[in-house]
Nanobody
């Protein structure tokens, strides 16, 4: 089993910052990509950012320049630094990891981020 524990969500005013963390534990053999997704009420889950083991990153257009994803490979932890937050960033943020051995996908339980105007 693999467990993902997220932390760092909360309520913040527009223009503020939050930092999300997600630590993976359990039967982890080879994590490839780690990432963050979000889901606002009534909407589909969408990509926020991903990062590979080698550090290559990918961001959704609406967060580029404001959010930064990073990871600590020895700790199997991924972070999302969110700056200049906007009310439209309000959503439940989910951590995701993709492992190669065996090929499998895992999700965290989600953490609420609320940005007030």
């Amino acid at each position: 089993q693999v467990q993902l524990v997220e932390s760092g969500g909360g309520l913040v005013q527009a223009g503020g910052s939050l930092r999300l963390s997600c630590a993976a534990s359990g039967n982890i053999f080879k994590i490839n990509t780690m990432g963050w997704y979000r889901q606002a009420p009534g909407q589909q889950r969408e990509l926020v950012a991903t990062i590979t083991t080698g550090g290559s990153t990918n961001y959704a257009e609406q967060v580029k320049g404001r959010f930064t994803i990073s990871r600590d490979n020895p700790k199997n932890t991924v972070y999302l630094q969110m700056n200049s937050l906007k009310p439209e960033d309000t959503a439940v943020y989910y951590c995701n990891i993709y492992m190669l051995l065996p090929p499998s996908n895992y999700w965290g339980q989600g953490t609420q981020v609320t940005v007030s105007s």
